[in-house]
């Protein structure tokens, strides 16, 4: 199982918007409406902001937001605050040999 | 409100056992719609998935670590635990338990670091 493809960094400024891509192939992102987004602060255990492509858990800033297009999911993030700066993971539910999860490699994101 | 906690050896040597265990509190783990999962991740890298395990016993693994990994579920001691076999030096990593849909883990613990040296 290859991992999924985000890149390595992004950045933007306080107030601005950003969106942080994830692609994968039929078999994970394109073939089930299961991808998740996680932020990671340095240290620090995965915080789950994004299931099942589009649902926020409760406590999470509806600055978040998920979706996906094809093969490829996306995470916006709105409003940009010093405190999102951190890493961000997708994940998404994968069908090849076996049922299984993958994750991106992550993505560095800075906020100026 | 459900929490985890990663208990084990913080140092292991190459060819041998790994073995953690991850208590839960708070919360039953007898639930037949949530699994526990364990994630790990390589010092300065992303995460990877190792597996999951349901109430029932039922396991799902990582195909890539198949073969080398278990996860077990106590449930009269409120206990799941990860081993896993022959570890070389690319098995040192931090460690995670997890709870939640069997993609998507909403509890995690704080994670322990598992570091494989002679």
């Known amino acids: 199982q290859s991992a999924l493809t985000q890149p390595a960094s992004v950045s933007g400024s306080p107030g601005q918007s950003i969106t942080i891509s994830c692609s994968g192939s039929n078999s994970d992102i394109g073939g089930y409406d299961y991808v998740s987004w996680y932020q990671q602060h340095p240290g620090k255990a995965p915080k789950l902001m994004i299931y099942d492509v589009t649902n926020r858990p409760s406590g999470v800033s509806d600055r978040f937001s998920g979706s996906k297009s094809g093969n490829t999911a996306s995470l916006t993030i709105s409003g940009l605050q010093a405190e999102d700066e951190a890493d961000y993971y997708c994940s998404s539910y994968s069908v090849t040999a076996t049922k299984g999860v993958l994750f991106g490699g992550g993505t560095k994101l800075t906020v100026l | 409100q459900l929490q985890l906690q990663e208990s084990g050896p913080g140092l292991v040597k190459p060819s041998e056992t790994l073995s953690l265990t991850c208590s839960v509190s708070?919360?039953?783990?007898?639930?037949?719609?949530?699994?526990w999962g364990w994630v790990r991740q390589p010092p300065g890298r992303g995460l990877e998935w190792l597996g999951n395990i349901l109430y029932s016993g039922t396991t799902y693994y990582n195909p890539s670590l198949k073969s080398r990994v278990t996860i077990s579920i106590e449930t009269s001691r409120t206990q799941f635990s990860l081993k896993m076999d022959s570890v070389t030096a690319a098995d040192t990593a931090v460690y995670f338990c997890a709870n939640g849909l069997f993609d998507s883990y909403k509890t995690w613990g704080q994670g322990t670091l598992v570091t494989v040296s002679s």
């Open positions: 708070g919360g039953s783990i007898s639930s037949e719609t949530y699994y």
